[in-house]
């Protein structure tokens, strides 16, 4: 099992540059996010999925989009890089059955946008 | 929405001495409240949680309290070890959702052999 994938693991952006952060898990969860982690802030909720076709915001939505096409993926992506957006990225999944709520997170992204 | 509040930022502790993190939350409708632990350049990890119906849980050498009336809980951790230096993060779990976690700022608690 290889749990949660973030890809890739460090970029370097211009301003105004486009990316998309890619995640995947194979454990058949239902629930994916993503936060930030910034110094001093700890982690904050960008958008979030309860299901393929399902997506909603979290508390840092601005300047982020997401998709959730099938079970397994869940892409961020910045469509104009912000130096705002620098920033430690982890992806993170869970079932939905209250009882085995365990968020598993991806070992992260760090992006620098110059 | 939820918000919740982690203190102290920062604790620096003894070898086999007790440590302790305390946070608050603001919306009472949450109910399930998991703490984190993140070594240095690793990702977090669950290390225990806790649910509105349960005052205390315990694993070993930690334990979360919850004060439900208060908006309150709390991580205790005896007996340190170096190994136990990291960032600590409460969460809650807002208006009834397990998975959608609010994260406190965190503790960067250190042990000193």
């Known amino acids: 099992n290889a749990g949660v994938t973030q890809t890739p693991k460090f970029q370097v952006l211009k301003t105004g540059q486009s990316m998309t952060l890619q995640c995947a898990q194979d454990?058949?969860?239902?629930?994916m996010s993503w936060y930030r982690q910034d110094p001093g802030m700890g982690l904050r909720l960008i958008h979030y999925?309860?299901?393929?076709?399902?997506?909603d915001q979290g508390e840092v939505p601005n300047g982020y989009n997401v998709s959730r096409s099938t079970t397994e993926d869940f892409p961020l992506r910045l469509l104009s890089a912000a130096p705002s957006q620098t920033s430690v990225y982890f992806c993170?999944?869970?079932?939905?059955?209250?009882?085995?709520?365990?968020?598993?997170f991806g070992e992260g992204s760090r992006l620098t946008v110059l | 929405g939820e918000n919740v509040e982690q203190h102290p930022s920062t604790l620096s502790v003894q070898e086999g001495d007790s440590a302790v993190i305390k946070c608050t939350y603001s919306?009472?409708?949450?109910?399930?409240f998991p703490w984190y632990k993140q070594e240095l350049g690793k990702r977090p990890q669950l290390i225990i949680d806790?649910?509105?119906?349960?005052g205390e849980k315990k694993d070993q050498r930690i334990a979360v309290t919850l004060n439900k009336t208060a908006k309150h809980f709390s991580l205790h951790i005896t007996e340190t070890q170096p190994e136990d230096s990291a960032v600590y993060f409460c969460?809650?779990?807002?208006?009834?959702?397990?998975?959608?976690?609010?994260f406190g700022a965190g503790t960067r608690l250190a042990v000193h052999p």
């Open positions: 993170a999944s869970s079932y939905l059955d209250p009882n085995t709520g365990e968020l598993f």
């Open positions: 999925s309860v299901g393929a076709g399902i997506t």
């Open positions: 454990m058949n969860h239902e629930y």
């Open positions: 969460a809650a779990s807002p208006s009834g959702g397990y998975n959608k976690l609010i």
């Open positions: 806790i649910r509105s119906n349960v």
């Open positions: 919306d009472s409708a949450s109910n399930y």
